[in-house]
């Protein structure tokens, strides 16, 4: 019986590991600064706005002068953020620093792009659907079929969820007249409707090739991307932009992300130190001149202005904040156990430690159960006072209720 | 012997039992009638699309009810055993009591495992039939930790019925709905892929933990 | 030859309360003995370790020479149990409770069950749940006749039960024990029952065992005495036995002969005349000894 005993002991305690940190950070977490913040192309600094503990209320600054705007003046600082205010208030520039800009520029090039590491790390059933490209409508219209790729494409349909043999032997000769090799790691594409046009898939192959994979006038588009072979991509976010400029944004097993242009497939490196694909955010806010890159962690933001054209980073700005101090989670809570995270959507144990003064703690709490224990006369129990010095608080609590 | 335990079993059960199996039918029937009328509504792509790209799962309506039959069998099993002790009658028969325990979890076991398959089969062919395999493993993976709960909490009744102690019941009752929370964390289908062997290695972990109540109870544990 | 029952210097607590300690009897085979106690004395205690539902804090009991915190099978098989309350499965009819039974005791003897059935007004397809508290004991007792076994313990059997059932389960038991050899061992808080069935007495008070004799000994030598004067100044005399005066008259109990005690109280300088002694009844032989209180 006493194995019986000894595994519910262990299992509180693990069941403790997880619920007492989190019942912890209901009851302390605050919530930190959530600066907005934007390379400003007329001042050529960072600009921010930002709520003043002091003032309680919103301020907006230039980050490198520290100089106060008003809302107006705000507006004008950014014309690329606030471009739809200056035009209705008849206030947007013809030129900035010397540069010609026009609506119509500001229109295409302004993007925003996020990625969120959760983007990634998502369950997903690999069955895909495949619009038609180039049908002359304005709208996209549902293919009538969906297609799965593995060591082969197949076209199922989904009203008879049977194999559309001829379609897939027409698309499969295409696989087998280029380069590509099976079985196919992944295919990201956009599988909605609502979208301007389709570009259809990005398929990363076995030997880490990236193809293109459309549908046009039913015939089977595929091309190699000729993506370097010194990269290896991971994960590919298509996009299909209004001025049909680029098609992915590219994640490599580095942490590096690239830009596919659409200029025969070229790619650029975007700068994203401190970048982590796995576990933290990216924004891109692109303007006509400035690419906003904000590199986004637990820890803060790391802000990258980069040259819309050449992709140099031109100037950044470090919000991190240091790891923050917390005497419980340091000094007495051994672990912290969490089984979902804001990175992923599967569910996956994850343990974060304390400092080693949490043994002291440990210590402390074993002599308190060895005093209890002869307090009432009860014999050394080796594996109690073991596991409390191993798991501390969370082995403690158990050991005591679930005694012999 | 073991016949006439198992017998017995199934007297004290029989109208849960039954009762249970009702609702799991009932339940993948309705469910089965739903996605034939979503069928002819909205149409299969449409319905493709919205489970692969929307990840809505068609089977959310079973995700209690494994729990929820594990719950009432197990309460019909071991609450008549505890009222007036009368599992001292089972413990007094001419078997080893170990013995006697064990039938009993198989019994409970064995109904709720073949109630689980039961609705498994069905939706196993539902799912063969209208969609592509890919659709069904990923339910089975995403409905796979709802069955595994349904069995710990049916090992949970066990273990918190046959406690003496009250107090030990109102903890080993804690540490059963903590567990089984476990289970719950998500609803995005196939959350669980990358842990289902350590659901596994939970569920042999609480495999025995009835045992310790059954040695606490023959010891006439009080506090 | 070996006792059925035997227990060694048993001890148990309940938390920090002691029950008993050092406790020792023993259960001769084809004997009836009988546990008498009052409440709290610890009787349900002793048949839940002489049955392995409670671990005695030391001391241990043997049943048929076999610690009882860990009966075989085959031990078990030679031991009726009637658990206080008859608790049996109320999901079930007396068919069904049958059929179920005889499946675990090879020599089930399935005419003493129905025998004692017959006698009651019951449907066959009625469910123990739906049968008042003495059928449920017939069928209870039914159920241990049919088993056969050579220990009967029955835990309070009287609980609940019409004077009418009490009597039909006490002639049916101490019939079918005399006639077969059986040994038994049985409590009960109605002592009027147990005269009629028990050949042994075991008295218990707080804390210990009273005495364990033949009913019969007890009966001839415990006798009650009355006087009229103040009986306060016999509080000393260990031989004068719960003395109570009331309105002038006392009452006393004792194992000395009418003479003997005579003698004794003489000693004490008083000389009463009008001793009258009365013999007991079980109960009142009981109360005598455990106190009214």
């Not at chain 1, 006072?385 to 082995?395: H, K, N, P, T």
């Not at chain 2, 567990?179 to 196939?190: K, W």
């Not at chain 3, 004068?240 to 006393?252: A, D, L, M, S, W």
Request: aromatic letters at 14%.
């Amino acid at each position: 019986m006493k194995p019986i005993r000894y595994t519910i002991i262990i299992l509180a305690s693990i069941i403790l590991a997880w619920l007492l940190p989190s019942f912890y950070h209901l009851l302390s977490d605050s919530s930190g600064s959530n600066a907005f913040t934007y390379y400003s192309s007329v001042e050529e600094a960072f600009c921010s706005i930002d709520f003043d503990e002091q003032e309680e209320r919103l301020i907006r600054y230039n980050v490198k002068t520290n100089q106060r705007y008003s809302e107006a003046e705000f507006d004008s600082i950014l014309p690329f953020f606030y471009y739809r205010q200056l035009l209705s208030d008849g206030r947007l520039p013809d030129s900035i620093n010397g540069r010609t800009i026009t609506l119509k520029e500001v229109n295409s090039k302004t993007f925003f792009y996020r990625y969120n590491a959760k983007d990634k790390n998502t369950p997903s059933i690999p069955i895909y659907t495949l619009f038609e490209s180039f049908s002359g409508r304005v709208r996209l219209e549902m293919p009538g079929d969906v297609f799965r790729l593995k060591n082969k494409i197949e076209f199922i349909n989904p009203e008879t969820n049977g194999v559309d043999k001829e379609k897939s032997e027409r698309f499969m000769r295409a696989f087998e007249t280029s380069d590509f090799q099976f079985p196919a790691r992944a295919a990201y594409g956009n599988p909605s409707t609502r979208k301007p046009y389709d570009e259809g898939y990005f398929i990363i192959d076995n030997d880490g090739q990236i193809f293109h994979l459309k549908m046009v006038n039913g015939k089977a588009f595929l091309k190699n991307t000729n993506f370097p072979a010194t990269i290896n991509p991971v994960y590919i976010s298509t996009q299909e932009p209004d001025d049909r400029s680029y098609y992915a944004f590219v994640f490599d097993d580095e942490n590096n992300v690239y830009l596919m242009t659409s200029d025969n497939y070229r790619i650029e490196t975007i700068p994203t130190p401190g970048f982590n694909r796995d576990k933290g955010r990216l924004m891109i806010m692109a303007n006509p001149m400035y690419w906003n890159v904000n590199v986004l962690s637990s820890r803060g933001k790391e802000c990258y202005a980069l040259n819309a054209d050449t992709k140099e980073v031109v100037d950044s700005l470090s919000l991190l904040t240091p790891e923050e101090y917390d005497f419980a989670l340091a000094n007495i809570l051994p672990v912290e156990l969490r089984f979902t995270s804001g990175n992923t959507d599967y569910i996956k144990p994850s343990v974060r430690f304390a400092t080693w003064w949490v043994l002291l703690t440990n210590l402390i709490l074993v002599a308190i159960f060895v005093f209890i224990g002869k307090r009432k006369n009860k014999p050394m129990q080796l594996f109690e006072i073991v596991w409390i010095g191993i798991s501390g608080i969370f082995g403690f609590i158990p050991c005591l209720i679930f005694k012999e | 012997m073991e016949k006439a335990l198992l017998y017995k079993e199934w007297k004290k059960t029989r109208l849960f039992t039954l009762g249970i199996a009702a609702v799991g039918i009932i339940l993948l029937g309705y469910i089965m009638l739903k996605m034939g009328r979503s069928f002819r509504m909205v149409g299969m792509e449409h319905l493709w699309d919205v489970v692969v790209n929307r990840k809505q799962f068609l089977f959310r309506s079973l995700k209690y009810f494994p729990i929820a039959a594990a719950l009432c069998l197990g309460m019909a099993q071991y609450f008549p055993e505890v009222i007036q002790k009368r599992i001292k009658l089972s413990l007094h028969l001419p078997l080893p009591e170990r013995k006697v325990i064990l039938l009993m979890y198989g019994y409970g076991l064995g109904i709720l495992l073949g109630i689980y398959l039961l609705q498994l089969v069905g939706l196993l062919v539902f799912s063969t039939i209208n969609f592509p395999y890919e659709f069904t493993s990923s339910t089975l993976k995403t409905i796979a930790p709802w069955y595994m709960a349904g069995i710990i909490t049916y090992l949970f009744v066990a273990m918190v019925c046959l406690e003496p102690v009250w107090k030990r019941r109102a903890f080993n009752g804690l540490l059963g709905i903590a567990i089984v929370y476990l289970f719950f964390l998500s609803d995005v289908p196939s959350a669980y892929q990358p842990v289902l062997y350590i659901l596994l290695v939970t569920l042999i972990a609480v495999f025995p933990f009835g045992f310790l109540s059954v040695q606490r109870f023959k010891e006439g544990t009080q506090d | 030859m070996q006792p059925i029952v035997q227990c060694k210097n048993l001890t148990h607590y309940y938390g920090k309360r002691c029950i008993y300690e050092n406790l020792n009897f023993e259960i001769p085979k084809g004997r009836i003995l009988g546990l008498l106690g009052k409440n709290g004395t610890g009787k349900t205690t002793t048949i839940n370790i002489l049955n392995g539902y409670l671990k005695p804090r030391s001391g241990e009991c043997l049943m048929f020479g076999e610690n009882s915190s860990n009966l075989s099978p085959e031990t078990k098989q030679k031991v009726g149990l009637l658990i206080e309350g008859h608790v049996q499965y109320p999901f079930m009819n007396i068919h069904e409770i049958e059929k179920y039974y005889s499946a675990f005791y090879p020599q089930w003897k399935k005419e003493a069950y129905w025998e004692l059935m017959k006698l009651l007004k019951i449907d066959p397809k009625q469910k123990l749940s739906q049968m008042s508290c003495g059928q449920k004991s017939q069928v209870a007792l039914g159920l241990i006749l049919a088993q056969d076994p050579e220990l009967l313990i029955l835990d309070d059997f009287s609980m609940g039960l019409d004077p009418g059932y009490r009597v039909l389960f006490v002639d049916y038991l101490s019939e079918y024990a005399r006639a077969e050899g059986k040994t038994v061992f049985v409590t009960s808080h109605i002592i009027q029952d147990m005269e009629r069935l028990i050949d042994d007495c075991m008295i218990m008070d707080y804390g210990s065992i009273l005495f364990q004799k033949p009913v019969a000994e007890l009966l001839q030598s415990f006798k009650r005495f009355r006087f009229s004067g103040n009986g306060q100044i016999f509080e000393d005399i260990k031989q004068v036995i719960h003395p109570v005066t009331i309105k002038g008259n006392t009452e006393f109990y004792s194992f000395e002969k009418k003479d003997e005690l005579a003698r004794i109280l003489t000693y004490t300088g008083f000389n009463p005349t009008d001793i009258k002694e009365e013999s007991l009844s079980l109960e009142e032989a009981f109360i005598g000894l455990t106190g009214k209180y």
